[in-house]
C-alpha cells in the first residue's frame, strides 16, 4: 500500500482494540492487525467478526481477514465496502376518523429502533388531524403506552332529537261495553260501564308541543343538527272547541266519541218507545238508547253502541257494541251485528255476529252465532241447545245440546270473520291470475311486432297493457301476503278450547280448526281442546 493510500484508510474513523484496529471511511473497512512481540498474535477471528456484526457490518470478506490474522505485519486491509447507513425509522401515528365524524380512533405503530416518540408530537398529529372536540386523554395515554393498541381518542356529542308533538287525554275512555268480570271467571251484567259522558266545558284533551332538539358537536367541531319534533294537528271533532291553541273542551254536554282519531262530542238518540212505524228506522253516528224494542222488519245502524231496554225481534241491530236487555228472538229474519261485542239475556232462532265476545246470561237455542273470540254463556241456565256455534278462542257454557241428542255444532280455532275474509281473498287472487294471464299473453303478441313499423293504437295498448301487469302482480302479491298472515293466525287460534261447566250431551258436534269430534256419550265438567292432532277431554278447570 502506497502512502497516499495509507493516509486515506487512517483518515476515516478509527476503532482500536486489543492487537487490532478497525478503520471505515468512504473507501471501505480496513483492518490492521498488530505486529506481534514475541512472532505470534493472539488476534481471534471471531472477535473480528463479532465486532463487525455489532457495526451492522455483515457484508465481509473472511478469507481477508483470516490473512490479515496469519501476516500481521501492521498494514491496513480492506475486508468490507463502506456500510450504508441507514437512518433510524419513524414512529407510525395512525388516526381514523368514522364517516359520521362522531368517533375518532388512535393507534401508535413503533417499528424496531425506531426514532423516539413523545406525547407532544402525538397531540400535534392530532391536532393537525382537525380534532378539536371529545377528546380523551387517558385514551390517547394509553394509546401511547401501548403501542400497537387501537383506542377510541375522540368522541363527538351526539345531537339530542326533538320528540314528536302528542295529545293527551283528559278522559277515560268507557270499558267498550264490556260487563265486569268476577273473581270466579263469570261476568256482572248489571254493571256494563257502557258509556262515556262528559259536561260542557269539560276539559277533553290537550297538544303537547313538540320539542326543537338539541344539536350535537362531531369531533371535527362541526354541529350536528338535531331533528326537530313533528307537529301533528288537533283532533278536532264535533261539539267541542279549542281554548288557548291547543286544548280541547266539550262545547255540549253529551257522549264522548273518538271516530277516525278525533274527538267528538255526540248527543245520545233515546228511543223512548219501540222502533216500528211510529219512528222508522235508526240510523245514527253515536250511540242509540232505546227504551222499547225494535220491532220485526225494523233497523237500528249506529257507529256507535247501542243499548236495547226491550228485545230484538226480527229486526237488525248494528252497532260498536250492543246491549239487549232482554233477549234476542230471530224469528229467522234479520241480524245482530256488532264489531265488538254482543250482550244479551237470551238467543233464539237468530244470526248474531260480534267482532270480539258475545256474552249471553240464559240460553241461545237453535241460533247461528259467531265471535272473533269468545262465546259466554254462563247465567241462570247457561244452555246451548241446536245450531251452529263459533269462536276464534273459546265457548264457555254450563250446559251443550240436550238429552233428546239435539244436533248442536260448537267450533272454535278460526276467526269465523278471519276465515270469510281468507276465502274471499283465495276467490279475488284466481280472478287476477286469469286477467294477468290474459295480460301476459297480449303483451307477448304486442311485443312480437316490428317494433319500428307498429301501429300508435297498438304501440299505446302496449303501455296500457304493461301497466296493467304490474298493476295486477302487485295486487297477487298483496293478496298473497295477506294470505300468509291470516294462515299464521290460524296457526295461532289452534289453541281454542270449549268449556262446559255441567254437561255436554250426544248429538253435539265439537270442530277444533281442522279436527272434529261428536260426542257419543254424556260428559261433565270438562274442557275440550287440540293435542296431538286430535281433540282431547280435560277437566272443566
Known sequence: MSDDERAVVEAGEKIEFAGYSITMNSSGVYLIIDAPAE???????????????????TEFNKNAIIQTIKTADGQPAKIAEKPVIVPPPEPEIQIVVTRDKMEASLEIILPPKCKPLSMETVF?????????FGLNQEAIKKAYDSPGTSVVCATGQQPIHGTNAQIKYHVTIADKARPQELEDGSVDFKKMN????????????????ATPGVPGTDVLGHPVI???????????????????????????????????????????IEIKED?????????FIGNVTVRGSVMPGFSVKADGNVEIFGSVSGGTVEGKNV????????????????????????????????????LVSDVVMHSRITAGKKVQVEGRRGLIVGGNIMAGEEIRAKVV???MSTSTELEVGVNPTIREEYQHIRREIKKVEVNLEQTQKALSILRAMDQHTIPADKREMLLKLTKAQFHLVGQAETMRTRMKVIEG???????????????????VKVVVGTLVKPIRDTLKFVSLYAEDGEIKVGNFK
Open 39 to 57: 512472532g505470534k498474535t493472539s488476534v481471534s477471528e471471531i472477535a473480528i467478526i463479532e465486532q463487525l456484526n455489532k457495526r451492522d457490518i
Open 124 to 132: 400535534e398529529k392530532i391536532k393537525a388531524s382537525g380534532i378539536v
Open 194 to 209: 257502557l258509556f262515556t259522558t262528559v259536561q260542557q266545558d269539560d276539559l277533553l284533551a290537550e297538544k303537547i308541543l
Open 226 to 268: 338535531a331533528k326537530p319534533g313533528k307537529d301533528l294537528m288537533l283532533p278536532v271533532g264535533k261539539n267541542v272547541k279549542v281554548v288557548d291553541t291547543n286544548t280541547i273542551k266539550a262545547e255540549i254536554a253529551g257522549q264522548l266519541l273518538i271516530v277516525n282519531n278525533k274527538v267528538n262530542v255526540l248527543p245520545i
Open 275 to 283: 222502533v216500528d212505524v211510529s219512528t222508522g228506522n235508526i240510523e
Open 323 to 358: 246491549v239487549i236487555k232482554m233477549g234476542i228472538q230471530g224469528m229467522h229474519r234479520g241480524y245482530v251485528k256488532a264489531k265488538e261485542n254482543v250482550v244479551a239475556k237470551f238467543i233464539e232462532n237468530a244470526t248474531v255476529h260480534a267482532g270480539v265476545e258475545i
Open 401 to 403: 245440546g240436550t238429552q
Open 489 to 507: 293466525e290460524f296457526e295461532e287460534m289452534r289453541a281454542g278450547r270449549i268449556k262446559v261447566a255441567e254437561a255436554i250431551y250426544p248429538g
